[in-house]
Structures are given as C-alpha cells and as structure tokens.
C-alpha cells in the first residue's frame, strides 16, 4: 500500500504521522542568510547536502549563489550527478575498488568533481585508478582541532600535497578541514602555514576549504579559507539553537508525531521512535524538545514509541490522538530515515519531495 502522501493544500493536521514537515519561509530564509553572509565576506559557499539529501533544495541553494555542493559519499554524489550537478566536493576518504571504480565512472560525468586525501594509502589508490587524460582532483584534509580524520601538521599537509602534484592522474586542489566549534585561530595558522609551506614548493593551493555549520557566521575569522561548507543550517535543529546558530524561530523542521498513550499523569507517548527520531544525543539528556510545551522531556526511545516525561512540563500536555511537533536534536538523521518530505507554508502542505539520496552511505 502506498504511503498516503498529502496533497498541495492540506492541513497538516490531515496527514498521517510521524512526519518530518519542513516550513518554506524558514527554509528559504536560512539560506538567504547564510549566502548572504558568505557574499558579504568573500567566502565561496558549498552546502553540505547529507542534510538535506533533495535535490529540489540543492537547486534553491545554489539559485541563491552557492558554488557547488559538499556531498560526503560516492553514492551521494552520484545522486547528484543524475540530477544536474556539475561543481561536487566528496570530503571523504575513498577507499577500495568498488569505490574507486564509481568514482572514476563518476568524474567522467561531473565537470568539476573533487575529493579528499589524508594518506598515502589513499593517494595511492586514487593514482592508480585514474589517468593522465582524466585526472581527479585531490584536496589533502588537515585536523585542525576536531580530531577526526585529517593529517596532523602543515608538514604532512605538504608531503601529500607533493605527492598529489607528482601523480599524473591526480590534480592537487587545495586543502579542506572540518575544524572543532570555535576553533576558528587553530584553523587560521594550520592553513596560513600550510600554504607559506606550498608556495615555497611552488605549489599553488587554489582551495582553501573551510566548514561547519555551528560556526558558519564565524568564517570570517578565518581568511585564509576560500570557501565554507555548511549542512545542517540549512533546516537547523535543537543542537544549531543550543550553539547560538540560530534561534527556534529558525527551525524549518518539526517531527509532526501523535500522541498514542497517556499511561500515567506524567507521561506520555507519542508514534516517533528511533524510525522517526535519531537517536543522537549530541550532548543533551534526551532526545528532542516539543514545540509549545516547555519542560517535556523525551526520555526514551524504541523502535516505535517515544516517551516523553512531563512530570516538569508547564503547560498542560495534549491527550491521545492530538498532534505535536518535535525539535529534533540532529536533523541530519531524521532525513535518512524518511522516503519523502511534506513541506508547508503556515500549516498547509505546499509540496512533498523525495529524499533523493537517502540510504546513500558509501
């Protein structure tokens, strides 16, 4: 049976539940302000799509000046690639034949395709399967501060940028980095000095790639860095607000969930489990906030249920089969675990995108 998927005019109280519902004005509004904070600054911008995963909305970013797109895997990318795109950055670390060999089939679709390198095992590869005629650009990822992938000083930065600049099939691109929350002066020196290190090699290192959405509209403290890259702003969610990113009035998107029990005065049950919600903590003590009622706490989650505590909540708490709308705390989740989207304009459905890339992790 097919999902009962609204139609453009319904009442969000009409659909079934749980549901992302993603409003237009907020949508539309996040993304004007973050291009235009980009363009003030002189910063390229290049959204992050895992979180989002429409192409609908990748066209409205880059109607709005974006670059290109950041996309974190291959099968990601070749999404977007069917769809149009022509300006990708895969910020992963590309490994294996399989891989290599759709990366190789994809850079012969996409005119400006890029990907990222912390290893010699990885440049390898990449070497290996390309060719002279059709080079890949490289990109050599630096941790400066966030403890994840990347090399660890400028030094090595340049060894494999050497490497990269030697291969014949490979095309060095620059430098990318995904750096810690407020980490904006470690990023400044890794960068500066990894490119007084190139230029001494008379290596040129075009891209400077930067990103993050918790510090977006810090980006200018980094001048070296040439673009940005930033994904959750796009929807925003209950860690971007508790960051100072943004405020609730820039949430684009709810959970739209039903109450399904009320077992006890202060609990309550709502129809978005772990199917529904992600089950990242991201630092807090439960799993989402519910819009209108302060102090509800979701506590738990199965597979199909979620319980919410009220025993602190304010106001009084909706009996079974109302409605609620859940602040996620990871919006990035959410969009992998739904097919589609209900998109809307002050509760009436205005459109319903596929999740073009959902499932697309690796």
């Not at 519910?290 to 102090?295: P, V």
């Not at 097919?339 to 890339?357: L, Q």
Request: some cysteine; charged content about 20%; overall charge negative.
């Amino acid at each position: 049976m097919d999902y009962p998927w609204p139609e453009a005019g319904t009442p969000l109280e009409q659909i079934a539940t749980p549901m992302p519902v993603i409003d237009e004005d907020r949508l539309a509004a996040n993304i004007a302000r973050a291009q235009a904070y980009c363009d003030q600054h002189g910063k390229a911008f290049r959204p992050h799509i895992k979180t989002h995963k429409i192409a609908a909305i990748a066209r409205q970013q880059l109607d709005a000046g974006a670059v290109g797109l950041n996309c974190q895997k291959v099968t990601e990318a070749e999404i977007f690639a069917e769809a149009g795109f022509d300006d990708i950055l895969i910020t992963y670390n590309i490994l294996g034949p399989t891989k290599l060999a759709r990366l190789k089939a994809l850079n012969s679709r996409v005119a400006k395709l890029a990907v990222v390198a912390d290893s010699e095992v990885t440049i390898a590869g990449l070497a290996s399967t390309f060719s002279a005629d059709q080079p890949l650009t490289v990109l050599i990822e630096c941790d400066t501060g966030a403890r994840r992938c990347g090399v660890q000083t400028p030094e090595a930065a340049a060894l494999l940028a050497e490497q990269v600049a030697a291969a014949p099939s490979l095309r060095f691109g620059g430098i990318m980095t995904y750096p810690a929350v407020g980490g904006a002066a470690e990023v400044e020196v890794f960068l500066a000095r990894t490119m007084a290190l190139l230029s001494g090699k008379g290596i040129n290192c075009p891209v400077r790639s930067s990103g993050g959405s918790p510090d977006l509209f810090a980006a200018h403290l980094v001048p070296s860095a040439t673009e940005h890259r930033a994904g959750t702003y796009v929807y925003n969610d209950r860690s971007m607000v508790r960051a100072g990113h943004c405020s609730a009035n820039d949430l684009a998107m709810h959970v739209l969930a039903t109450v399904v029990s009320r077992p006890a005065e202060d609990r309550a049950v709502l129809d978005c489990g772990s199917k529904a919600l992600t089950s990242d903590l991201l630092g807090f003590t439960d799993y989402g906030t519910i819009d209108g009622f302060e102090g509800a706490r979701i506590v738990s989650l199965s597979e199909e249920h979620a319980v919410v505590d009220l025993s602190k909540c304010i106001e009084p708490f909706p009996q079974v089969g109302r409605m609620v709308k859940v602040v996620p705390n990871h919006t990035c989740v959410v969009s992998n675990l739904f097919e589609r989207m209900v998109f809307h304009r002050k509760g009436i459905v205005t459109r319903v995108e596929k999740v073009d890339a959902r499932g697309t992790v690796w």
